[in-house]
């Protein structure tokens, strides 16, 4: 079946520091990826989302690239600010299920001013 | 209200007591989502409604748990016999959730119910 595997946390990065939260994939066919935050005390939403190849989805300067070769779905983001601490999940929407989001176990940032 | 609600917030039970865990998604949404998150562990699909079709219950781990939706609004998710392992974050999403948008992914998340089962 689909599964999502990310890279375990925790993450403490200082202010200004490059993020990269690894995030592969298993599916059949062609999934849809999205990354997922939940900031403290709130709800999980919707960061960003790809949903062909190659694609690119982009928000509040963090970036992740549709990796189909490596099936891979890496977040990214320049320069991180304190505010940015929360947990990020990686989730997928494969083909066959579509009406279900399949999730990573979620990886816990902490950014230190 | 503007977001997805679900209450209580938290509950503490004892093994064996029943309980029920109430979700009120965003006006509109057709479809609504039950996740189960427990420590460590990622999001477990639990049950899927959408409008007035059967609701999808591939993910409830045991027939202690089950789900209602009245009036394609408000749904109830009820655990009966409550035992330490359902200790859990319960967490409701809902979405337009058409076939036709499903495509975007966007569910919109409640705050979740934690429950402890002691």
Redesign the interface.
Known sequence: GDS?TQMEGPVTLSEEAFLTINCTYTATGYP?L?WYVQYP??????LL?A?KADDKGSNKGFEATYRKETTSFHLEKGSVQVSDSAVY?C?L?GPGS?????????TQLTVLP | GA??SQSPSNKVTEKGKDVELRCDPISGHT?L?W?RQSL????E?LI?F?GNSAP?KS?LPSDRFSAERTGGSVSTLTIQRTQQEDSAVY?C?SSH?TSGS???????????SRLTVL
Do not use: I, N, P
């Open positions: 999502v849809s999205f005390g709130e709800g999980l939403q919707l989302k949903t999940f989730a929407s579509a009406r279900q989001l399949t999730f990573g176990s979620g | 977001g997805v479809a989502y996740y460590g562990q990622g999001l699909f899927y959408q999808d993910g967490l999403a959730g499903w495509g975007t992914g966007e569910l919109f998340f409640g705050e979740g």
